[in-house]
């Protein structure tokens, strides 16, 4: 059950100076009554979004404008968090969280509920699930206010009684009780925001803390664990109380409602004055500085060394995104005030408003560290979004972020950004060219090779010119990484450039530039196996090689680099699964059964990643199709433990193991990448019976879906089939 993370008062605020007076501001409810009445939600767009999120964290008035745009904005992010949670629980309840940090104490209305069930729904079972109870009593009351008679609300009902014989009953002790009963009505108040549910934790903190206070554990001694826990919860009550207290305002950016929640409590006396202080100036005069104070407290605060003194993990980080939004419209224009939100943003499933936040602060001409930091949180955010799924959002996220890039390419930064323009460039177009967005990473990778020339860049440049059918400018942009490579003294870049060279002649039945193309990537390759240092390069090397030598035909030798390749990636994981996977796609292409069972069982002895393994797999039962011979139970081994909520893989391993059908398997490809996965397989499955596979194997040779192996070995098998051009081993070469 997750509880409790460390929050240091004593030592970190007892050095902070004095007092000022505080301000008229503070409670539970809205501050401006008006705000109570009806809304008319705005339409948000994903183009929206952005701007509409920015202009709600911008100000905190509540006049009836701003209400109904941050009810969009609020639906808005519900629906997004309901998506997530398909695909990713731990995004889907980020973003959830997210959309309900958007309100504070009062703001809430059912009508930005609507549409919520699935969201409020898969929420309330995650919180569930890792035992949070306040958390799941305000989602499953939510969720409870949207739904019609039914069997999902009956269920809910049985849910919210479950909750409430709980938290009735939880606790040996009535420190313990007192402190079951706190938390929870804590956690409730941060989601489901509403006056009463604050006031709940409040009070229900207030008595937490005076039961500790009461209770003198130096004059009954501890004879047993329960007198022990009871201690404990006391001694927590009293050095972490007043902290919880102060979240629970902060939470809602109320700096006034926590110094009048401790003076009402009569509980000033037990918080460091520091912290007091502290309240006072964000109260009364909105101090950035105070509030900067208040953020890195609060941020910080997750240490589980001394549960003793802590304060809940889950109240620590929501006071954080209080104090964040504070010190934003304190000082939307500085990196101090800007910084901590647009990093809030990204960890709560809005990445896409963070450049909004950013630029303003960074200005024309921001400093070195200043402008690096902002492009690494840009950058951390078009990870974050393609990783969980949403590759639009981290579109999205890229675009918004273009001013902050423009100031990053003037040359007085050149050389000195860390990331840089061109690596975030490159990333960009990483992410469309993995998703076999060809004519969107283009532009990304064209301005990467300008604004910071590198190998990969060029690489990648040449792979997306030459499926377009650019090959004079691909084989031009090769010329150019091996100029690179050479300055870097790379003798594998070299020869792997040599070696799309060798393949974009052969595709055009140039045996002469095939010819030179292929020796050059030999050489290269022979080198690289002679200056390796270290075993990652070592098996780099070797893996290149064999590839040449397939191409060359030599077979044994390339074998045995394989055999090389496999020994000295034994201790890299990354390594050897490069390793296997070539040496998998080789014996595919070869129609070599033994190679293909020999990776399948390096694979399952090295715990290879299961995602990687199904390929394997799924290749060496092709091999066994084509050949016409049965299983030896290697496939099936290698497929037993690929879990069937995996997504794609599992579905591609079900197909290899004939619990779906060809056109189940077409029916579940999804994206591009997905669908040209799926076409090969099922012409690959069909060679044996069907020599007319050729066309299928074109279109997956021809698809932007650059990254696939697939597409690589159905490359190599439409030249195979139509003959490809004569290479022979240049006279003299002693092949390892």
């Excluded at 109320?254 to 460091?272: C, F, M, Q, S, Y």
């Excluded at 809005?350 to 690494?376: F, N, Q, R, T």
């Excluded at 490069?578 to 070599?592: C, K, M, S």
Aim: charged fraction near 25%; include cysteine.
């Amino acid at each position: 059950m997750r509880r409790i993370a460390v929050l240091t008062l004593a030592g970190t605020l007892t050095l902070l100076s004095t007092a000022c007076s505080p301000a008229a501001r503070g409670g539970e409810g809205p501050r401006n009554p008006s705000a109570e009445g009806p809304i008319n939600p705005a339409k948000i767009s994903d183009a929206q979004f952005a701007e509409s999120t920015y202009r709600v964290l911008l100000s905190g008035e509540e006049d009836s404008q701003r209400l109904d745009l941050l009810a969009g904005v609020v639906r808005h992010q519900l629906a997004r968090a309901q998506k997530r949670f398909r695909t990713n629980r731990g995004a889907g309840l980020a973003a959830l969280t997210g959309g309900l940090y958007l309100l504070r104490s009062g703001e809430l209305r059912q009508q930005m509920l609507e549409g919520a069930a699935p969201a409020l729904s898969a929420g309330a079972s995650e919180v569930a699930r890792v035992g949070d109870e306040g958390r799941s009593l305000a989602l499953y009351t939510m969720l409870r206010s949207v739904l019609k008679e039914g069997a999902e609300k009956k269920d809910v009902d049985s849910h919210l009684a479950a909750l409430s014989r709980w938290t009735a009953t939880a606790g040996n002790g009535p420190m313990q009780s007192a402190g079951t009963l706190q938390r929870t009505a804590a956690n409730r108040s941060l989601l489901e925001t509403n006056p009463e549910t604050l006031k709940q934790a409040r009070e229900a903190t207030v008595a937490w803390i005076h039961r500790g206070l009461e209770f003198n554990a130096s004059e009954t001694p501890i004879r047993s664990n329960f007198e022990r826990e009871e201690a404990i919860e006391a001694y927590r009550s009293v050095r972490a109380g007043g902290a919880t207290l102060v979240a629970l305002y902060l939470r809602h950016g109320d700096a006034k409602g926590a110094l009048d929640a401790l003076e009402n409590g009569d509980l000033t006396r037990i918080v460091p004055p520091g912290l007091t202080e502290r309240l006072e100036r964000a109260a009364s005069d909105d101090d950035p500085e105070a509030w900067g104070d208040l953020y890195r407290l609060f941020e910080s605060s997750e240490d589980m060394n001394r549960p003793e003194t802590s304060i809940d993990g889950a109240l620590s980080r929501a006071a954080a995104w209080g104090t964040a939004v504070e010190l934003f419209r304190a000082e939307p224009k500085s990196m101090r005030g800007a910084a901590p939100l647009s990093a809030q943003l990204v960890e709560y499933g809005m990445a896409e408003a963070a450049p909004l936040v950013l630029a303003p602060a960074l200005g024309e001409k921001p400093s070195i560290d200043e402008l690096s930091w902002g492009m690494a949180l840009v950058l951390r955010a078009i990870i974050t979004e393609d990783e969980i799924g949403d590759l639009p959002a981290a579109r999205r996220t890229f675009a918004n972020a273009k001013p902050i890039l423009t100031v990053a390419g003037e040359k007085e930064y050149a050389g000195r950004l860390r990331p840089s323009a061109g690596r975030l460039y490159y990333v960009m177009a990483a992410l469309e060219t993995r998703a076999g967005e060809l004519g969107r990473a283009l532009p990304h990778v064209e301005a990467a090779v300008k604004t910071e020339p590198s190998q990969a860049a060029y690489s990648m440049l040449a792979a997306i010119q030459r499926q377009r059918g650019d090959t004079q400018r691909a084989l031009s942009t090769l010329d150019q990484l091996v100029a690179l490579a050479k300055r870097a003294g790379d003798r594998a870049a070299e020869s792997e450039a040599s070696l799309t060279q060798y393949e974009i002649y052969r595709d055009k039945g140039d045996a002469a530039q095939a010819q030179a193309s292929l020796t050059r990537a030999l050489k290269g390759a022979l080198d690289a196996r002679q200056q390796a240092r270290g075993s990652a390069e070592q098996a780099r090397a070797e893996r290149i090689l064999a590839h040449v030598l397939e191409h060359f035909g030599a077979a044994q030798g390339a074998r045995r680099a394989t055999d090389r390749a496999y020994e000295a990636s034994r201790s890299d994981a990354r390594q050897l699964t490069a390793t296997l996977l070539d040496a998998a796609r080789r014996a595919l292409v070869l129609g070599d059964l033994n190679a293909a069972r020999k990776a399948v069982h390096e694979g399952v002895e090295a715990g290879l990643e299961n995602e990687d393994l199904v390929y394997i797999a799924l290749w060496l039962r092709l091999v066994e199709i084509q050949q016409g011979v049965p299983s030896d139970g290697t496939v099936e081994e290698a497929l037993a433990n690929v879990d069937e909520d995996s997504g794609w893989p599992a579905k591609l391993a079900a197909w290899a193991r004939g619990k779906l059908g060809d056109s189940e398997l077409t029916a579940a490809a999804r994206s591009r990448v997905q669908k040209t996965e799926a076409e090969f397989y099922v012409a690959m499955s069909h060679r044996k019976k069907n020599g007319q596979v050729l066309p299928k194997l074109e279109e997956v040779a021809g698809s932007q879906a650059i990254e696939l192996v697939e597409v690589a070995i159905a490359r190599d098998l439409v030249a195979r089939h139509k003959g490809g051009v004569d290479v022979s081993l240049p006279a003299g070469v002693q092949v390892p």
